[in-house]
């Protein structure tokens, strides 16, 4: 992943600023970031940008795939559990700051 991608999951880049990525992985990055807020909400755009790139099916695999990871994601922090780390250092997270208990 390049330094715009991940500042792009982050956050901090919009997707659209991230040459990188191609239209199709813009639309669906855009479209998981709304399923993933709290609550969920779409934007008529983002609807219609995720309709012009994939078929019906493909749209019902990221969003179960989508949600199939913030089940994941969730149930192990209600544990207290620390994220998996492959590496010793990861730049998308902060795990020096990372806690699920306050």
Known sequence: MTEDEIR???GIKSFDEVSTLSD?????LAYVRCISR?????????IQNLKRQFSKRAIVIIASTCAQVNFWARLI???GVMPAGFTAECSILNLEQYSTRK
């Open 8 to 10: 792009a999951l982050q």
């Open 77 to 79: 922090q209600s544990f």
């Open 24 to 28: 199709r992985e813009k639309a669906a």
């Open 38 to 46: 709290s609550p969920v909400s779409f934007e008529a755009e983002t």
